[in-house]
């Protein structure tokens, strides 16, 4: 069995925790650079380098529409890019496939009038890149495209994202 299918097994067993993530990125490096369709099926890029009109503190959010434990940060990271796009934040939720499609996700974000753009990893490009070992798992990426926060979800994301808008 590879080490894929190993997490995956282990995801659907409720085991995720206990297993190391695949290659995740580390904070100080360059965030992968992954192109995913979001729900209307229009390509997205996130992460890399940013183009100078681009350079925004930029959230990646995992989770899928059977995780309920990914509800609750959710409703704070929702709250806080209301709160904080004007200054030049945005948050982009990556729902996983693992037990579901586009259109299951497309039903929890109307069900739940989740406003923040929805993207779909069906092929588990980004969940690789970013070495997801767990849902839900929080990327926070600065203003260069660099890698300050990985792991799952802590409290307090909002006081985190100012401190780093307030950076040069």
Known sequence: ?????????ALALGLAAVLPASAAP????????VTLPDLDGKSVTVGGPPSAADAT????????A?????????RELELTAARLAPR????????????EDAARLRELTRLKGIELPILYDGG????????????PWHVVIDQ???????GPPEKGIRAAVEALLEEP
């Open 1 to 9: 069995m590879t080490p894929i299918r190993i997490r995956r097994t």
């Open 26 to 33: 580390q904070p100080g490096e360059q965030a992968p650079l």
């Open 57 to 64: 503190v930029t959230s990646l959010y995992f989770m899928a």
């Open 66 to 74: 059977w995780c309920d434990p990914c509800l609750a940060p959710l």
């Open 88 to 99: 030049g934040y945005r948050a982009t939720v990556i729902g996983v496939a693992t037990r």
């Open 124 to 135: 588990q490009s980004a969940e690789r890149a970013y070495g997801v070992g767990a849902l």
């Open 144 to 150: 260069k495209g660099v890698i300050r926060k990985i």
